[in-house]
């Protein structure tokens, strides 16, 4: 018969909460044994608890697995230089930007157009025109 597990290795990292979920299933198979042992009505209804206490377990042990293989993936493919996340949209005016941030306001030969006049002119909000502006000036991608 197996024993049940009274200490589990706490060191804060990212394989914690498996570990925690790991020990708490091996003392489900523990309960688990003890339980088949005893053949009274009352310990039927627990051992179909336990059981249902260890396919929880279970579910919760696969999910935490999948998402570590999610999290590695990812970490390889933004060191292969992917991008990662929701393209942005505002690529598209991004020429247009930059067309009307080079062209003068009308009437005034020497003041360019700001950020509020061209979210006027093409329709879009001022947040997005000025962070379009940023990333023109700065040369980063949106």
Known sequence: MNQPILHVDMTPDADLPARVLRAYRANCDVQFEKLLADKSATAQQMNMAQRARAALFDRALATLERGDKVRTGMAAAKEN?????????????????????????????????NGAEIARRMSLPQSSVYKIINAIRNGTPL
Do not use: C, F, I, W
Not at 85 to 105: D, F, H, I, K, N
């Open 81 to 113: 230089g992917r991008r990662l996340g929701r393209p942005g949209t505002l690529e598209q005016y991004r020429r247009r930007v930059a067309y009307l941030m080079s062209r003068p306001a009308r009437g005034d030969k020497g003041r360019q157009l």
